[in-house]
C-alpha cells in the first residue's frame, strides 16, 4: 500500500463528504434532462405516433389527441412534477392543449340566440296583429244594435240589444219572416229594425185588416198587434223589400215612406244578449205563401 496516497487524504470525516456528496438541483440532473423547447413538437408527434399504434394493435378506437376536448377534472395529477395546477390561460386555454368548459359552451350558445328584446318585441307585434285580425273578422262579421221606439213590440222591446249577422245576406238569401236592420233609407244616420214581408216580385196588400201575399190571405205565425187600416196591392220592385214593424199601429216602415231598397239593409238580426232575462237567439218564424208569386215589371 502506498502510504503517501494515504497521508493525501484528509484526515476530517467532514471534509470527505464534502468532497463525494455534491448537492444538483433537480433543473440540472443529468438523469432527468430538460427538453429544449424545439424538441416539444417531435414528442408530441411520438406520443400520438405511439398511441395510434396501440390503437391498431388491440382494436380500439380513440380519437386524435389534437381533437380531443379535454376538461379541468380529468387532472387527477398535476401536469407538472412541481404540484402545481395546470396554467389556464385566457379563454379558457391550458397550455399544452386547448379546454373548453361547459359554461362557455352554454354562454357561446346563449350568445347566439335572439336578443331578449327582439324577442319581446315580436311577440308584441304577434299579439297585437292577431287581435287586430280578429277585431276586423268580428266587424265585418257582425255589429250590434240597440232598439229604440216600440215598433217591433211584443216581440223586441225599447232599450233591447241585439247583435247582427252582416254576412246573413251575403251568404244566403232573403225570407219572409226574416227580422233584418237597415238604414232609414230618408236617413241613413238611423238604424231601424223591421221584418219583411214581401220579396223582390210579390204583391202586398192589407185587406180588412188582414195581410195578403200574392192574393193569398197569411197567418202570421208570430205575435203582432193588428193592422188599422188597408193597404193597396203593391208589387215589389227588384232588388227591393217590404218591410212592416209587429207593431203595426205604431211602425214607421214601406207603408208610410215606400219600399226598402237592399242596399241599405245592414244585416239579419241574430242574438238578443241584454237584458239577460231574453237573451237568445232571434227567431225568423218564416212566412207561407202558396200561390205562384206574381212577376214585377
Known sequence: MNTSD?????????????????????????????????AAPMIVQHAAQAAEAVTTEYGWQSAHPSER?????????????????????????????????????????????PHWFGVMV???????????????????GIQNYRIEGQSMEPNFHDGEYLIVNKLAYRLGEYERGDVIV?????????????????????TVEIRGGQLFVNGNQIEEPYEHMPNVRDEPPVIVDADHLYVMGDNRPASSDTRSWGQLGQNFVIGQAWLAIYPFNIAGLVKHQPIEVNSVMAQGP
Do not use: C, H, W
Request: glycine residues 10%.
Open 69 to 113: 376536448v379535454v376538461d379541468d377534472s380529468s387532472f387527477a395529477t398535476p401536469l407538472g412534477g412541481d404540484g402545481e395546477q395546470p396554467m389556464r390561460a385566457e379563454g379558457g386555454e391550458i397550455a399544452g392543449g386547448t379546454i373548453r368548459s361547459e359554461e362557455l359552451a352554454n354562454s357561446e350558445l346563449a350568445d347566439e340566440g
Open 182 to 202: 237597415f238604414q232609414y233609407p230618408n236617413d241613413p244616420s238611423k238604424d231601424y229594425i223591421k221584418r219583411v214581408i214581401g220579396l223582390p216580385g210579390d
Open 122 to 140: 315580436r311577440e308584441v307585434v304577434e299579439t297585437v296583429g292577431l287581435a287586430v285580425i280578429i277585431f276586423l273578422i268580428i266587424r265585418i
Open 6 to 38: 494515504n497521508n493525501s487524504l484528509p484526515n476530517d470525516p467532514d471534509d470527505i463528504l464534502d468532497i463525494t456528496v455534491q448537492p444538483r438541483s433537480i433543473a440540472s440532473s443529468p438523469t432527468s434532462p430538460e427538453p429544449p423547447a424545439e
